[in-house]
Nanobody, 121 residues
Framework: VQLQASGGGLVQAGGSLRLSCAAS????????MAWFRQAPGKEREFVAA????????FYADSVKGRFTISRANAKNTAYLQMSSLKPEDTAVYYC???????????????WGQGTLVTVSS
């Protein structure tokens, strides 16, 4: 599976962005999918995850109520709708599939290349 993340950019605090993660291959709908982010000088951290069917979603406490993860299996694409953005949301955002254990740990087989989100104050 190859993943292509897109949709990042520069936005003012309080604004919104929607990230997309497009997958190649025909087995995307068999994978749970997650978004992680990594700010400069910090470790990669969990943001949100969604089960293969879309029936279960999980969020980091820091983004709960502001971010929404979704997927369109027919389009081999997942999304992260980000609202009420804060400067501390600034990071490179990565999508991942192929979970090896917990949703929340960065132990996934396949990763996108990352898309930069910058939130100005």
């Amino acid at each position: 599976v190859q993943l292509q993340a897109s949709g990042g950019g520069l936005v003012q605090a309080g604004g919104s962005l929607r990230l997309s993660c497009a997958a190649s291959g025909r087995t995307f709908n068999r994978y749970d999918m997650a978004w992680f982010r990594q700010a400069p000088g910090k470790e990669r951290e969990f943001v949100a995850a969604i089960s293969w069917s879309g029936g279960s979603t999980f969020y980091a406490d820091s983004v709960k109520g502001r971010f929404t993860i979704s997927r369109a299996n027919a389009k081999n694409t997942a999304y992260l709708q980000m609202s009420s953005l804060k400067p501390e949301d600034t990071a490179v955002y990565y999508c991942a599939v192929g979970r090896k254990g917990s949703y929340f740990d960065p132990h996934y087989d396949y990763w996108g290349q990352g898309t930069l989100v910058t939130v100005s104050s």
